[in-house]
């Protein structure tokens, strides 16, 4: 019985320390360095989205690929099928400097940005960090006597806008570009035609 009295007073001491250091230890998350350290203030239930606004949406040109066909010579249509494949990213770009609170700590800003991701993802029904994958089969056609380029271009579409985030007591503009999407246009230009036409 004796033999358990040094174990009983440990666990009281044990447990006195416990419930007075470890909500501080806890509170600094020393996992991060100082200046990463985020204030109370900015946990994630302190963030509040007020509102977003779109600037501009541009298609984005990823590639060019072109086939020409070249029939001045021909007497009959000149058929060619073709199968082309093309891959993107969908991303995310918060512009940091353009924002009112760039003066924010790091920590901060990526906890930024994984709202705004959030908050996209949700609204465009996409996934960051991925990848889009398109195949398409094309029969590109010259009649007797032209010959005609054809050209496939592959588009994305990018988009710019705001956030406008409440931050405990302050508000702050967070712009973002986000690239999504993934399309394809064919394009022809007839370059020429035999003399005799």
């Known amino acids: 019985m004796l033999q358990l009295i040094p174990y ?3 666990a009281v001491v044990g447990g006195f320390l416990g419930k007075k250091y470890i ?19 900015s946990s994630p239930s302190a963030i ?5 606004s779109i600037t501009g949406e541009d298609s984005l040109v990823l590639a060019t690929e ?5 029939n001045r010579y021909g ?3 000149l058929s060619s099928e073709h199968e082309f494949s093309r891959t993107a990213n969908i991303s995310l ?3 940091e400097h353009q924002s009112s609170g ?12 994984s709202m705004v991701q959030k908050e996209l993802k949700k609204s465009l029904h996409i ?6 994958t398109r195949r398409v089969k094309i029969n590109f056609s010259t009649d007797p006597g032209f010959m005609v380029r054809y050209r496939v271009v592959w588009k994305q579409t990018s988009r710019r806008g705001v956030f406008e985030v409440k931050i405990g007591s302050e508000i702050h503009i967070i712009p973002y570009v986000v690239t999504f999407g993934l399309s394809h246009a064919v394009e022809s230009v007839a370059e020429g035609a035999h003399v005799g036409q």
């Open 48 to 52: 509040e989205f007020l509102r977003e």
């Open 93 to 95: 770009s918060i512009i």
């Open 66 to 70: 072109e086939v020409p066909l070249d």
């Open 8 to 10: 009983g007073v440990a």
């Open 23 to 41: 909500p501080i230890i806890a509170d600094q998350t020393f996992d991060r360095p100082p200046a990463e350290r985020l204030p109370a203030a």
């Open 75 to 77: 007497n009959k249509v």
């Open 127 to 132: 996934e960051f960090g991925t990848q889009i």
């Open 102 to 113: 760039h003066h924010l700590k790091a920590a901060l800003w990526i906890l930024l940005e």
